[in-house]
Structures are given as C-alpha cells and as structure tokens.
C-alpha cells in the first residue's frame, strides 16, 4: 500500500491473495470456508457476464473501489477419490496493467468464441464490456 491508499471497506479484507479450499461434498458438521466480502464482487460490468458465466477464472471488480481481482477456481488431484475431492478457489488483486491484459485477453477469447462456436451476441457484448472497462481504466492512469 503507497500513495495514501485507503484500506475499502468492501475488499480490504482480500488482500494482495487469498484462498480457499473446501471439501466438494462437505459433510454436514464440516466447516466451509468462504471469501469474507466475495460476494460483493462481481463481473467488472453486466455486459461481461455472459462470458465469464461458465469460466473457472475471471475476472472481478469491486463495486466500492474499482479494484480488479482474479478469481479462478481448481480441483487437484485425479478422479482416483472423487467423494474426497477438494475445490480450492483463490482471487488475486490485479494491478491495472493486469487487468487491461486480462479483458484484452477476454476479447480475444470471445472473438475466437464467435468464429469457432458462433457465439456472436456474446461476443458482441463482451466486446462492449471491455471497451467500457477500458475507458473506465484509461481514466484512471490521467492525473487529477
Ligand atoms: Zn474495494
């Protein structure tokens, strides 16, 4: 923390990383661990929901301070014991230039969507959406 960053209330708790880790059929006297504040994150605007809808990772915003997260969810491990397998999900905080990476990535990928599965209004949107978290970022390097 630098430049007299203020800790936010919404996802200071996250920190620069965190995960979790849960058992993917808890039993009912085992503890579940969450996020603190996960569910006030969201995708960086609605027009990106669609693409990230069925992703394992992807990319969050928080709606108090504009801070982008990486959210990406795993299980290790082989099929060999399924009924003990565990999901471990993390978020790691994005610096700017991360997250300008990670839509251009997300409009790539979309493009490639559109020709390969003809998701084209998916496309369509999720294009819309990184162009307004682009501009949203553009803002944000300009002083004052
Ligand atoms: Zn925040």
Partial sequence: ??????????????GAYVEI????????????????????????NPRLEDHYR?????????????????????????????????????????SDSEAREALEAARRE???WAAERGWVATAAETRLGVEEELRALGKRDRPG
């Avoid at 923390?1 to 996250?14: D, S, V």
């Avoid at 394992?56 to 397998?85: M, N, Q, T």
Wanted: glycine content about 8%; some cysteine.
């Fill in 21 to 44: 880790a849960n058992a993917q059929e808890p039993a009912a006297d085992e503890p579940w661990q969450s996020f603190p504040p996960a569910e006030r994150l969201a995708a960086p």
């Fill in 54 to 94: 069925y992703a394992s990772e992807r990319l969050l915003k928080c709606p108090a301070c504009g801070a982008y997260y990486w959210y990406c969810r795993w299980a290790p491990g082989g099929s060999d014991d399924v009924l003990h397998s565990t999901i471990h999900e993390s978020m790691r905080r994005l």
């Fill in 1 to 14: 923390m630098g430049r007299g960053e203020e800790r936010c209330e919404a996802c200071g708790e996250i």
């Fill in 110 to 112: 979309a493009d490639r």
